[in-house]
């Protein structure tokens, strides 16, 4: 039987560290604020908003909500941008993804002042992680090294398989880990003998988004697996493992829901609240 990574257990830890700096601050005046940027009605984009101001609001960050029809021009929301990286009580930005069509993702990302990037996808963020300087580290991976740790869980000299390479999760996470002494090897949807690739992992790591596709047959004896996957199916929201098949070949398992969502909201908590430490020099 594997041992079930419960994300909601790490990230009520993750928030409890965070209060002692969120009470610091507040002696000394300063409230953590979050700009949350949601442009459009994209109801799965809406949920996680919501999920994310709820939290903020449980550590004691004002997040302050911006929220815009889909029409909106990419000079507006810049000029949004522009307004949070001007305001002094706003800490850390996000721009909710993805974004209407119309709307230049690389160009909006790259306007946040890079010390108010809390998501860690600004440019100067992910290159300050591949130099492993102080940073936001994007918080789904950041999660995911949180979650290893709080359990306990040796990264170093261990074979770490990630599946995919976006730059909000795989990349990062697959940095993170080599940052941690893991030796890793990334897949994606060109990986040849997918499955025995992801049977060397000691850790292995699924942020593909396709329902249930690891299954026993990619899974070494022992291993840990953590499913980042987040697919709304007919039957309700699945990770990208296979829980039933996987759970009895594994040595720690991460569900979905309750296993990396918590994490990433609890993560963003964190960074918002580092940033506004740095910046008030408290
Ligand atoms: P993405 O679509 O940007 O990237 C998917 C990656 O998977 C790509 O690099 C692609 O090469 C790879 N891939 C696709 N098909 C493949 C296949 N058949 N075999 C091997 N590799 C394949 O997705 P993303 O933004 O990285 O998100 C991945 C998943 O993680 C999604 O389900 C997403 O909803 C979820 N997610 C969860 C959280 C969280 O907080 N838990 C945060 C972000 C993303």
Redesign the pocket.
Known sequence: MAKILDGNAVAAAVKAEVASDVSRLAENGVVPGLAVVLVGDDPASATYVRMKERDCAEAGVRAVDYRRPAETTQAELEAIIDECNADPSIHGILVQMPLPDHLDAEAAVARIAPEKDVDGFHPVSLGRLVRGLPASRA??PF?VMRMLEHHGIEVAGKEAVV????????KPMALMLLEANATVTV?????RD?AGVCRRADILIA????PE?VTAEYVKEGAVVID????RTDAGMV??VDFASVEPVASAISP?PG???P???AMLVANTVHAAVAASGR
Request: one cysteine or more; proline letters at 0%.
């Open positions: 918080c789904t999660g599946i995919g390479r976006s730059t909000i999760v795989g897949c994606h949807s060109r990986t997918l942020a593909v988004g396709r596709m980042v996957g987040i697919n990770g990208d979905v296993g990396v969502g994490m990433t909201r």
